[in-house]
C-alpha cells in the first residue's frame, strides 16, 4: 500500500471555479510535506512546502494546509484557470532521511472554458 | 533559474540493447535523484546519488545502474533493456538541504519494444 494517497485522481472544473486536492499520508515521522504541479510533458515543479509544524502556506491563488494529527494534507486552488491544468503531487519526507521521499500518485486536474 | 537538463524527451529501443539516458544540473547540487513514473504510480525511486562516484538504491533498482563521474552529471544505465522498462523516466537534483525542493528535468519517455 503507498504511503501517500491522493484523492480524486482525477477532477474536471470549470474556468474561476475553486477547488481542493487531498492527500493522506502514513509517512511517520515526517519532516515535510510538498505539494508539486507537473504540467503535461513537463518535470514536477515545487508549488509549497510545509514542515511538520506548520498547518498552512500559500503561494498565490494556491494554499496547502496540513494536519499532522490526522496525517491529511490539502491544497486549494482558488479562481482555477486554464493554466491550472495539470498533474498535482504530494510528496511526503522522512524525518529522519530528507532523502527519503514518498510521492502519492497524483490528481489530474482539468480546468475547462 | 536551477536548471536540470535531460538529453533526450523520447527514445525507442528494442529489447536486449543497453540504454543509456542523461541528466545535467546546473546549480551545483550535492543530490541527484532518477524516478521512473507510471500511471496511477506516484513517482518511484530507482537510484540517487548524494557526492560524486557515491550512489544508493531506490525502490526499484533491479535491472538499472548509475553512473556520477562528475558533479553536475547522473546518468542511469539499463544494462538490458526490456519491454517491462517501458516508462516515463525523471531526473531530479536537489534536497540538500532540509525542507529544500527537488528540481526535475522535463523527462525521457522510454519505449522498449
Known amino acids: 500500500k503507498n504511503q501517500v494517497e491522493q484523492s480524486p485522481q482525477s477532477l474536471i472544473i470549470l474556468e474561476g471555479k475553486n477547488c481542493t486536492l487531498q492527500c493522506n499520508y502514513t509517512v511517520s515521522p515526517f519532516s515535510n510535506l510538498r505539494w508539486y504541479k507537473q504540467d503535461t510533458g513537463r518535470g514536477p515543479v515545487s508549488l509549497t512546502i510545509m514542515t511538520f509544524s506548520e498547518n498552512t502556506k500559500s503561494n498565490g491563488r494556491y494554499t496547502a494546509t496540513l494536519d499532522a494529527d490526522t496525517k491529511q494534507s490539502s491544497l486549494h486552488i482558488t479562481a482555477s484557470q486554464l493554466s491550472d491544468s495539470a498533474s498535482y503531487i504530494c510528496v511526503v519526507s522522512g524525518l529522519y532521511n530528507n532523502n527519503d521521499m514518498r510521492f502519492g500518485a497524483g490528481t489530474r486536474l482539468t480546468v475547462k472554458p | 533559474d536551477v536548471k536540470v537538463t535531460q538529453s533526450s524527451r523520447y527514445l525507442v529501443k528494442r529489447t536486449g540493447e543497453k540504454v543509456f539516458l542523461e541528466c545535467v544540473q546546473d546549480?551545483?547540487?550535492?543530490?541527484m535523484f532518477w524516478y521512473r513514473q507510471d500511471p496511477g504510480l506516484g513517482l518511484r525511486l530507482i537510484y540517487f546519488?548524494?557526492?560524486?562516484?557515491?550512489?544508493e538504491k531506490g525502490d526499484i533498482p533491479e535491472g538499472y545502474s548509475v553512473s556520477r563521474e562528475k558533479k553536475e552529471r547522473f546518468s542511469l544505465i539499463l544494462e538490458s533493456a526490456s519491454t517491462n522498462q517501458t516508462s516515463m523516466y525523471l531526473c531530479a537534483s536537489g534536497g540538500d538541504e532540509l525542507n529544500s525542493p527537488l528540481h526535475f528535468g522535463n523527462g525521457t519517455r522510454l519505449t522498449v519494444t
Open positions: 546549480m551545483d547540487h550535492e543530490n
Open positions: 546519488s548524494y557526492d560524486v562516484k557515491m550512489k
